[in-house]
Structures are given as structure tokens and as C-alpha cells.
């Protein structure tokens, strides 16, 4: 084999790996075909809830659409056994004091934030929101959920829900 | 006699597949330089970081999928906003200067080892992303593949790289090696 058909046989399967690689690697498309960004979903991971009523709802917006936000309508506090606790719906959610919200990353434009209608999460973007309950919440364990504006609470197999613990 | 025919046979086919590559060559640096332009005539925005039109906020949208080495580069980043605005910088200029010289067919070569480059390292970044359909990847695997192969043939005709091969016929010479940068 002359140089140069080695040369154009290493490129050849360079580019091809790469592209065949990428489609595997970023939409599972030779397993299970995903596309991340056609629905939102949210990841509430490290959340916290107290006593007092206060939540730290810590939101990650971790799929859907990269050009608008998603948008979060209601937020629940449940007993394990799925019956409401609390819940803040969009009225409140849309009107968040941005003293409330610190969002991770600084940048313009795409900061969680109250838009009036509810409370808006852009993509990758991850912040602590305070949200606060005119009650007390006794010891033990919850469920907080959030619902996105199109009904769910579930997309691509993850929940948008996470357990926590009152503590005494 | 046959050996000599074949050679000729060989030149011509070279020559008349050369007459086809600035179809491809000129798109693919425009993908690149007006990618550029965009970012400092049409939408200056782009390029301020108190603006909402901020590119850099972009870069926040590639977090929640992004291959894994790369989260991290990316997070860090993100969280020292005056690194991003250099990056974003010099991002925009590689993109206008390879995209530019991709079109004039100047350093061709040099040009599509850039542009590939830059093609996967989005596709590895961003490449996820596909409101539509799975744009990302698309963009990123077609553009890698196209630069790529332009690494290795050049692009000499409707170029300026033709003269400076009909000079430098075997590359730019760095010590004793030849550099086939067109």
C-alpha cells in the first residue's frame, strides 16, 4: 500500500469514527435514539427543606430546548404517601424576588428568574431558590416535585422530584 | 509508453476532481467567517457580556450533556466570566481568520486541520443539542469530515494557494522539514 492510500484510509476512518462515535455518544443512536432537547427536564438534587417552611429548592435544568426557558408552574412538598403537604403554585412562582434566586452562573439572559407566569429555568443553568411556607413542616421525610408548564413531572425516565428530610 | 499514458491518464483526473472542491470550500469557510461576522457587524450584542444576547451564555447551554472530560473545562470557565470573554474572543477569531483563509484557498490545509478542530471539539461540546432534529451533531460531523478532508487534498484551483505552489512546491520549509500547507 503507497503513502497515500494509507493516508486517505486514516482519514477516512478517523472521520467516519468520529461521526458514527458522536451519534452514539450524544443521541444513543445505534441503542436507544434520545434527543435531550425536546422536552425539559429538571434535576433537584441537594434541595432542602425546613421546619420553619422555608424550601431551598436547588433546580438544574438538565434537558429540553436550548432557546427559551422551561418554565416551573407548581412546586410541591408531598407526604411519602403522594398526598400535597404544601404547594406553591404560579402565581407565586412567577413572582419571585430575584433576592431569592442565586443562580451558579452569572451570565445575562439566562438566569432563573420570575417571569409573572411562573418561574423560569434556561438550560444548564442551576440555582437556589427560596420559596417560603406560611406553615411548619414536621420532622420526617417528603417528596418535593415540580411540574413543568407542560403538565409533566417526569421526562426521559427522570423525576423532577427529590426526598428530604425535616430534621428535628 | 502505457506507463507514461497512465500517468497522464491520472493528471487529468486530478485536475478535472481539483475543479470541483471550492464548491465545497467556499461554504465551509463561510459557515466559519460569517459565524464572525455575525459577531462583530450584524450583532455586536454577541460579544458584550452585559447584553442578553451574550454568546458566552451559550456555552452554559452545552452543560448538561456535554462529553464528560469536557464538563468541567466547561464549568470552570463559566464560573471566571473574564476567561470566557477571552476565549469567546479568541474563538471568534480563529473562527473568522481559518474561515476567511478556507475561502481565499490560502494555507488550505492548515485551514481544515483548524476547522476540524473546531467542528469536534462542538460536536463534543454542544453536539447534543437538536430542538429541530439532531442539528448539533450534523453541523459538527459534516463540517469535521469536509475540513478534514481538505487537510488532505488542498484545495488549489479558484485559490491563492496555486501560486504559492507553483513557488513552494513542496510546502514551507521549517528546518529541514517541508510543511504541505497547501
Known amino acids: ?168 | 509508453m502505457t506507463q507514461i499514458s497512465k500517468t497522464l491518464e491520472k493528471a487529468v483526473e486530478n485536475f478535472v476532481i481539483e475543479r470541483y472542491l471550492p464548491i465545497l470550500r467556499i461554504t465551509l469557510g463561510w459557515m466559519y467567517f460569517s459565524a464572525f461576522l455575525r459577531r462583530t457587524i450584524n450583532v455586536p450584542a454577541k460579544l458584550n457580556p452585559l447584553s442578553t444576547a451574550y454568546v458566552g451564555g451559550k456555552l452554559i447551554t452545552f452543560l448538561p450533556h456535554a462529553w464528560q472530560p469536557i464538563v468541567g473545562q466547561l464549568e470552570w470557565i463559566l464560573l471566571h466570566p473574564h476567561l470566557l470573554y477571552m476565549f469567546l474572543l479568541l474563538f471568534t477569531a480563529v473562527e473568522g481568520l481559518f474561515g476567511l483563509l478556507m475561502i481565499l484557498g490560502l494555507t488550505t490545509r492548515l485551514s481544515g486541520l483548524v476547522i476540524t478542530l473546531l467542528a469536534w471539539s462542538i460536536g463534543a461540546a454542544g453536539g447534543w443539542l437538536g430542538p429541530t432534529c439532531v442539528d448539533e451533531w450534523q453541523i459538527a460531523a459534516v463540517e469535521g469530515a469536509a475540513a478534514l478532508m481538505f487537510m488532505f487534498t488542498g484545495s488549489r484551483w479558484l485559490s491563492i494557494d496555486q501560486y504559492l505552489a507553483k513557488k513552494y512546491p513542496r510546502g514551507l520549509k521549517i528546518w529541514k522539514f517541508y510543511i504541505p500547507l497547501w
Open chain 1, 1 to 168: 500500500m503507497d503513502r497515500m492510500t494509507a493516508l486517505a484510509l486514516l482519514g477516512f476512518i478517523i472521520a467516519t469514527g468520529v461521526t458514527m462515535g458522536l451519534y452514539q455518544i450524544n443521541f444513543q443512536g445505534f441503542t436507544h435514539l434520545t434527543n435531550y432537547s425536546k422536552t425539559p427536564a429538571y434535576s433537584l438534587a441537594g434541595t432542602q427543606l425546613f421546619k420553619n417552611g422555608t424550601l431551598l429548592l436547588h433546580v438544574i435544568r438538565v434537558a429540553g430546548p436550548d432557546t427559551y426557558g422551561g418554565f416551573i408552574v407548581l412546586v410541591q412538598v408531598l407526604y411519602p404517601n403522594g398526598t400535597v403537604a404544601y404547594e406553591w403554585n404560579s402565581t407565586y412562582l412567577g413572582h419571585i424576588s430575584q433576592y431569592d434566586i442565586i443562580n451558579k452562573y452569572n451570565l445575562p439572559g439566562h438566569l432563573v428568574h420570575s417571569d409573572g407566569f411562573a418561574l423560569v429555568v434556561p438550560l444548564g443553568q442551576s440555582a437556589i431558590v427560596k420559596l417560603y411556607a406560611p406553615v411548619t413542616f414536621s420532622p420526617g421525610t417528603y417528596i418535593v416535585r415540580v411540574y413543568d408548564a407542560d403538565g409533566q413531572y417526569e421526562a426521559y425516565g427522570i423525576k423532577f422530584q427529590v426526598y428530604v428530610t425535616v430534621n428535628e
